[in-house]
Nanobody, 122 residues
């Protein structure tokens, strides 16, 4: 079970931090998002063992993924938010260890959170 939180309404240029608590064995976790009328897309992923991170081009330099191994929790710090970042954000978890780029694929993850809405106003 994954439980995501931290979404909300923010003005363009603002920041939000999403959190997602997981249970069980974790090889890697990822954040994905889905805007209205669009397909779900990859945002960021982290490999649990060494904290290696991977980002989509659209968020590189603005978003930071991190994890707290003691709490089995992954975070997504989102800075310099843009209206195009508006979406429902989902966290996902995989018990398997892959090369970090593999976590960018939805099929790499077994468990998904319920989603948290992020709305960025212009």
């Amino acid at each position: 079970q994954l439980q995501a939180s931290g979404g909300g309404l923010v003005q363009a240029g603002g920041s939000l931090r999403l959190s997602c608590a997981a249970s069980g064995r974790i090889g890697g976790m990822g954040w994905f998002r889905q805007a209205p009328g669009k397909d779900r897309e990859f945002v960021a992923a982290i490999r649990w063992a060494d904290g290696g991170a991977y980002y989509s081009n659209s968020v590189t330099g603005r978003f930071t993924i991190s994890r707290d191994k003691a709490k089995n929790t992954v975070y997504l710090q989102m800075n310099s938010l843009k209206p195009e970042d508006t979406a429902v954000y989902y966290c996902a978890s995989s018990p398997r260890s892959y090369n970090i780029g593999h976590y960018a694929g939805s099929s790499a993850h077994d468990s998904w959170g319920q989603g948290t809405q992020v709305t960025v106003s212009s």
